[in-house]
């Protein structure tokens, strides 16, 4: 486990960092208008997961099942090539619709600007086609990840995402920097990640125990596991809407061009989220195999281990942008007038997004058992806050609104609902989480940067900011990492010292 979440970090890390720093080369040579396209393109992707009902993570379940023994083969190869089917025509039914749909979005929705609507319109339609494609690529990573082959995963996310975010600026320098030729490159990208993906999860599928067995068409395994569908995806539909809402509704509010500073803004915080997804692609196999075998006592402490180990990367780097979101955004711009718009939503998105790293662990527990009712409920509940209060706040104060609202429901959710989760899955475990898991981790990692803070330096060149943010970020960085492990080990560490 200890290897996929080295593999998974280092991935991650190289993905969401390419992702972020590539940013200002789009609105450099592509234009803050054309900028905002790609933003939409990417909350796209993340309302396509409303069509999942929740298969996605029903065959990364399944399959850690199987192979902790607790589904047979035949039922395992009979579920998947269903699923192969629902996943099919979902994406067909999904990308069509977006297709269908273009010209509408290009003309009641977006408000482009110099860009030509129908060149927006075409560049709509191969994002529908190319948000199909990833969607579907979603059964072959649920094989993948059930199967804790996630070194391979890693390196191919690692792979795909330099063809994606970096050899895409050599293909717009041959043929021109327009959202056309940027969309075909992905559309190629896409075709190709999936046919990857569908290679490795053939491979590692098992082969029938009883050569006369066949596999049918039947969809009966499915409905033996729709259960647990069917509420994960009621939860990852809320949830979509819960972090994706903000986004929509300014995408129909702002201007393209504003639309683009605004994701930009949110993107960077967006790398805080995305650093607890390579732990939980390890410990959700992990801790449902555990389950299944009976072994609680080592489930939570590979679920209170996985805590601190998310805390200790996400929430210093949540607490160093959040004192520091104008010099993080000059350093990585070098544009003076963006840094200062954007870094009021940064700091916002960064806080909510690091309180949401550590309110998001209940889940784990209730994945693990398949008892997901909690999760619904509490989805259900921010989102009922959510919505309103989002479309009320971004309407009328923008993307400062919007995130502000972002960290105030965060705020209230940790405080009030993940305790409760707590209390009626493991009594007793809460408060020992909270304040050894969660609270020690942060709090050295904020009197860090705090102290930085408070000598008032002001950035004046883009290098020496860096410097000073990187090691303002590696100090808090360390000071989590050595809380994390323990009185004991601060102990051991002063003792040397002193000596």
Same mark, same amino acid.
């Given at each position: 486990?200890?290897?996929?979440?080295?593999?998974?970090?280092?991935?991650?890390?190289?993905?969401?960092?390419?992702?972020?720093?590539?940013?200002?080369?789009?609105?450099?040579?592509?234009?803050?208008?054309?900028?905002?396209?790609?933003?939409?393109?990417?909350?796209?992707?993340?309302?396509?997961?409303?069509?999942?009902?929740?298969?996605?993570?029903?065959?990364?379940? &399944?399959?850690?099942?199987?192979?902790?023994?607790?589904?047979?083969?035949?039922?395992?190869?009979?579920?998947?090539?269903?699923?192969?089917?629902?996943?099919?025509?979902?994406?067909?039914? %999904?990308?069509?619709?977006?297709?269908?749909?273009?010209?509408?979005?290009?003309?009641?929705?977006?408000?482009?600007?110099?860009?030509?609507?129908?060149?927006?319109?075409?560049?709509?339609?191969?994002?529908?086609?190319?948000?199909?494609?990833?969607?579907?690529?979603?059964?072959?990573?649920?094989?993948?990840?059930?199967?804790?082959?996630?070194?391979?995963?890693?390196?191919?996310?690692?792979?795909?995402?330099?063809?994606?975010?970096?050899?895409?600026?050599?293909?717009?320098?041959?043929?021109?920097?327009?959202?056309?030729?940027?969309?075909?490159?992905?559309?190629?990208?896409?075709?190709? &990640?999936?046919?990857?993906?569908?290679?490795?999860?053939?491979?590692?599928?098992?082969?029938?125990?009883?050569?006369?067995?066949?596999?049918?068409?039947?969809?009966?395994?499915?409905?033996?596991?729709?259960?647990?569908?069917?509420?994960?995806?009621?939860?990852?539909?809320?949830?979509?809407?819960?972090?994706?809402?903000?986004?929509?509704?300014?995408?129909?509010?702002?201007?393209?061009?504003?639309?683009?500073?605004?994701?930009?803004?949110?993107?960077?915080?967006?790398?805080?989220?995305?650093?607890?997804?390579?732990?939980?692609?390890?410990?959700?196999?992990?801790?449902?195999?555990?389950?299944? &075998?009976?072994?609680?006592?080592?489930?939570?402490?590979?679920?209170?281990?996985?805590?601190?180990?998310?805390?200790?990367?996400?929430?210093?780097?949540?607490?160093?942008?959040?004192?520091?979101?104008?010099?993080?955004?000059?350093?990585?711009?070098?544009?003076?007038?963006?840094?200062? &718009?954007?870094?009021?939503?940064?700091?916002?998105?960064?806080?909510?997004? %690091?309180?949401?790293?550590?309110?998001?662990?209940?889940?784990?527990?209730?994945?693990?058992?398949?008892?997901?009712?909690?999760?619904?409920?509490?989805?259900?509940?921010?989102?009922?806050?959510?919505?309103?209060?989002?479309?009320?706040?971004?309407?009328?104060?923008?993307?400062?609104?919007?995130?502000?609202?972002?960290?105030?429901?965060?705020?209230?959710?940790?405080?009030?609902?993940?305790?409760?989760?707590?209390?009626?899955?493991?009594?007793?475990?809460?408060?020992?989480?909270?304040?050894?898991?969660?609270?020690?981790?942060?709090?050295?990692?904020?009197?860090?940067?705090?102290?930085?803070?408070?000598?008032?330096?002001?950035?004046?060149?883009?290098?020496?900011?860096?410097?000073?943010?990187?090691?303002?970020?590696?100090?808090?960085?360390?000071?989590?990492?050595?809380?994390?492990?323990?009185?004991?080990?601060?102990?051991?560490?002063?003792?040397?010292?002193?000596?």
């Amino acid at each position: 486990m200890k290897r996929n979440v080295a593999a998974n970090y280092v991935s991650q890390l190289y993905v969401t960092a390419v992702g972020i720093l590539i940013l200002p080369l789009y609105v450099k040579y592509m234009g803050a208008e054309a900028y905002g396209l790609i933003g939409f393109f990417t909350m796209l992707q993340s309302w396509f997961q409303l069509l999942d009902v929740g298969l996605t993570q029903t065959v990364g379940r &399944e399959t850690a099942r199987h192979l902790g023994g607790s589904t047979p083969t035949l039922f395992y190869r009979r579920l998947y090539r269903s699923l192969s089917v629902i996943f099919l025509g979902t994406a067909v039914f %999904g990308g069509g619709a977006l297709w269908l749909l273009a010209p509408q979005i290009a003309t009641n929705w977006l408000s482009p600007g110099s860009l030509p609507t129908e060149q927006v319109i075409l560049a709509l339609k191969i994002m529908g086609v190319c948000v199909a494609l990833r969607w579907l690529g979603g059964l072959f990573r649920g094989v993948i990840t059930g199967s804790e082959r996630l070194v391979w995963l890693s390196g191919f996310n690692v792979l795909f995402a330099s063809l994606r975010f970096v050899a895409v600026f050599a293909t717009m320098w041959l043929y021109g920097f327009t959202p056309l030729v940027f969309f075909l490159h992905q559309l190629i990208i896409a075709i190709l &990640e999936v046919c990857g993906l569908c290679w490795m999860s053939r491979r590692l599928l098992p082969t029938l125990d009883n050569i006369t067995d066949r596999l049918g068409w039947s969809f009966k395994p499915v409905r033996d596991v729709l259960g647990f569908a069917l509420t994960i995806a009621l939860t990852s539909s809320l949830w979509t809407m819960v972090t994706q809402t903000d986004k929509l509704v300014l995408s129909g509010v702002l201007p393209l061009s504003e639309y683009g500073y605004f994701t930009l803004a949110v993107m960077v915080a967006s790398g805080i989220v995305f650093i607890s997804g390579p732990v939980s692609l390890a410990v959700l196999p992990k801790m449902s195999r555990l389950y299944a &075998e009976g072994d609680r006592v080592s489930m939570i402490r590979i679920y209170r281990t996985a805590t601190r180990t998310v805390i200790t990367i996400a929430g210093s780097a949540a607490i160093v942008i959040a004192f520091f979101p104008e010099a993080l955004l000059f350093a990585w711009t070098g544009d003076p007038e963006l840094a200062s &718009e954007a870094a009021p939503i940064l700091r916002l998105y960064a806080l909510g997004n %690091g309180i949401l790293a550590a309110s998001s662990f209940p889940y784990y527990l209730q994945y693990a058992s398949g008892r997901l009712k909690y999760h619904l409920i509490g989805s259900l509940l921010l989102l009922v806050l959510l919505v309103p209060s989002i479309v009320w706040a971004a309407s009328r104060f923008g993307g400062v609104g919007a995130g502000s609202v972002w960290l105030s429901l965060n705020i209230l959710f940790f405080l009030f609902w993940v305790g409760f989760v707590h209390s009626r899955l493991e009594p007793g475990l809460h408060l020992r989480w909270l304040l050894r898991d969660v609270l020690a981790v942060y709090l050295p990692a904020t009197l860090v940067a705090w102290a930085v803070y408070q000598t008032g330096w002001h950035f004046e060149s883009r290098l020496g900011t860096l410097m000073i943010l990187a090691g303002t970020g590696l100090a808090a960085l360390t000071a989590a990492a050595i809380s994390a492990r323990g009185p004991g080990h601060l102990g051991q560490i002063w003792k040397k010292a002193s000596q």
